[in-house]
């Protein structure tokens, strides 16, 4: 089964570069609003979509029950930065010792990307997203975490290919 979808690969990273491009274009108006880059030499097979949002938690869970309330898939994946993950509790990290980490985990939030979302889908998103609070800044996941608090709705996850994590470093 993974052979079979190893060869359709090339064209779904292609479909979700569009995707992302679309969104990028979409929300590029916003204030405080800047598009994800990736460094010259690099593809980015954009596996997450993610944004941040300048009134950090509240803010960006206001969003989500929003995305949700219209049937809109999207997800928390790294809901807890690094130093405060159980795993590394023996490096003896706290909250305020990487705050940085703390408040982009407290306002990320991943909008749905797969390759077979349409226009009107992803505009769908953005009518909601903009609607319910002024974005900050799109970001990228980089981290293999478990999947945090995604929720599958109407479409968003549809066909298993809603938001999952990734590991896609350099901007």
Not at 42 to 63: K, M, S
Not at 145 to 160: C, K, L, N, Q
């Amino acid at each position: 089964m993974l052979s079979a979808k190893l060869a359709r690969l090339a064209t779904w990273n292609k479909a979700r570069a569009a995707a992302a491009e679309r969104y990028s274009e979409l929300l590029a108006g916003l204030p405080r609003h800047h598009a994800a880059a990736t460094m010259p030499g690099n593809t980015h097979v954009w596996h997450l979509y993610v944004v941040r949002f300048a009134g950090g938690a509240a803010q960006r869970d206001a969003v989500l029950s929003a995305l949700h309330a219209s049937g809109v898939g999207a997800g928390i994946h790294y809901p807890f930065p690094v130093h405060l993950q159980g795993a590394f509790a023996g490096l003896g990290h706290g909250p305020g010792d990487f705050p940085v980490a703390e408040a982009a985990a407290a306002s990320m939030l991943s909008l749905p990307l797969f390759p077979h979302i349409s226009d009107e889908q992803i505009d769908h998103v953005v009518g909601v997203v903009t609607a319910a609070g002024l974005l900050m800044t799109p970001t990228q996941g980089c981290s293999s975490t478990p999947r945090a608090s995604a929720r599958a709705t109407t479409w968003g996850r549809a066909r298993g290919s809603g938001p999952s994590p990734t590991c896609c470093r350099g901007r």
